[in-house]
């Protein structure tokens, strides 16, 4: 069920501004404090980009993203080091076995040549690592909200019989179909509640630009 819950984690959105931000690596700064540790703006333009390119949106490889872009993304990393942290801290929901060098395969091929990927790399000042540690976080806090909210979400046959009566001009629908949709807005709504509530038991600052943005989750 993860590709139903894989659409929270974030949007592949990528927006060409007429004015788009400066260089990240010119205008460096902190963008947000979680629980004590940094990220920069640097880190942010990065890490965006990773996972824009890891959904598809391989126009991130080199587009400018825009304020909505970098914001929604901001919130989108806060949200998977808390998770992922809090795994960690419990030794729990571990990746599967070759996961994460899946992930990384499927990541390397976005790039039509190693030119093109050495040159992501460069621009970035990184290397495979920094593209690693990102892909990890990614997956280790779906596979969070996967083991924590799954079965939560699950919706019976009678719950999507329901639906239908009341929905009648949806009843051509498949009965599969509907538990699929009613299954992902309900974890939908959990992952929100579970977002929240890591977000609120955590000590988050926003700082910079973007700290007006969504609900600040400062502690």
């Avoid at 990184?126 to 996967?146: K, N, S």
């Amino acid at each position: 069920m993860r590709q139903w819950f894989r659409a929270l984690i974030l949007p592949v959105v990528v927006c060409l501004p007429p004015v788009a931000f400066a260089d990240a690596r010119v205008l460096d700064r902190s963008v947000a404090m979680v629980n004590g540790q940094v990220m920069t703006w640097s880190e942010l333009d990065f890490e965006a980009r990773v996972l824009l390119i890891y959904a598809g949106g391989t126009e991130a490889r080199s587009a400018p993203l825009d304020f909505h872009v970098l914001r929604d993304s901001r919130d989108e990393l806060i949200t998977h080091r808390l998770l992922a942290r809090a795994a960690e801290a419990l030794v729990a929901y571990p990746l599967d076995e070759g996961e994460l060098e899946a992930a990384v395969k499927r990541f390397k091929m976005r790039f039509e040549t190693q030119a093109t990927w050495q040159a992501f790399l460069d621009r970035h000042e990184t290397d495979e690592t920094g593209v690693t540690l990102t892909l990890a976080r990614f997956l280790r806090a779906q596979h969070v909200l996967d083991g924590k909210l799954r079965l939560k979400a699950q919706v019976s046959e009678s719950e999507a019989k329901r639906w239908v009566e009341e929905h009648p001009e949806l009843a051509e629908l498949p009965l599969t179909a509907v538990r699929q949709k009613l299954f992902a807005d309900r974890f939908r709504s959990l992952a929100k509640g579970e977002v929240r509530q890591a977000r609120k038991n955590a000590r988050v600052r926003l700082l910079g630009p973007f700290a007006g943005g969504a609900d600040g989750g400062a502690s």
